[in-house]
């Protein structure tokens, strides 16, 4: 099976420029979750979806950045303008409705690593 | 609120060395326990968890014994390899939030040299 595939891995971009991040879950899965890892500050949750509604998005760092959910097999996170103190990697993550994964099961995919000059 | 601290890394030990990477919590509800492992240039990937009090998780010769009466979770490998490099993570689901939300810690990178 396909685990959680994000697009694009690396992106390099000028500061001001609009940058978009894509995933897509595991097939069944009904939560998915954005994460943000730098040195810093670690990682990072920056909004997570169920069954397509954003529940929490309190992690995300301002107005320049938004996500969606359009459908249960893909979710973008733009951030628009970006600056240099938002690079970092981006994970998305995605977990299982079934009772039988647990809590806190979550599959992660490769991360996005976005470098804003 | 939830939180989770770790050993600060990096954790540097030649292969076949005792490992022992340390984890404490504080919750206000009944938490559940995890690790999480990222190799290089990969997402993290659950390696083994705990839900209740004294229950002890196991996965690839790595141990986490769930300790409530100390609040930890220490993972412990008794010869590590190579190919255990590795951020780990420590982490914790709180039941009592409706989003089983995920709490981690700031990682610990491991170095194993030949």
């Known amino acids: 099976d396909a685990g959680v595939i994000q697009s694009p891995r690396h992106e390099v971009t000028e500061m001001g420029q609009e940058v978009t991040l894509r995933c897509k879950p595991i097939s069944g899965h009904n939560s998915l979750f954005w994460y943000r890892q730098t040195m810093m500050r670690g990682l990072e949750l920056l909004i997570y979806f169920n069954n397509n509604v954003p529940i929490d998005d309190s992690g995300m760092p301002e107005d320049r950045f938004s996500a969606k959910m359009p459908n249960a097999s893909f979710s973008t996170l733009k951030i628009q303008p970006s600056e240099p103190r938002d690079s970092a990697v981006y994970f998305c993550a995605s977990r299982s409705k079934s009772p039988f994964s647990g809590p806190g099961e979550l599959f992660f995919g490769e991360g996005s690593r976005l470098t804003v000059l | 609120g939830n939180s989770v601290t770790q050993m600060e890394g990096p954790v540097t030990l030649s292969e076949e060395a005792f490992l022992t990477i340390n984890c404490t919590y504080t919750a206000t509800g009944y938490p559940s326990l995890f690790w999480y492992v990222q190799y290089p240039g990969e997402g993290l990937q659950l390696l083994l968890k705990?839900?209740?009090?004294?229950d002890k998780g196991s996965n690839k010769g790595f141990e986490a014994t769930y300790r409530k009466e100390t609040t930890s979770f220490h993972l412990e490998k008794g010869s590590v390899q190579v190919s255990d490099s590795a951020v780990y993570f420590c982490?914790?689901?709180?039941?009592?939030?409706?989003?089983?939300?995920?709490?981690f810690g700031g990682g610990t990178r491991l170095m194993v040299k030949p």
């Open positions: 705990a839900t209740k009090a004294d």
């Open positions: 982490a914790l689901s709180d039941r009592n939030n409706a989003g089983n939300m995920l709490t």
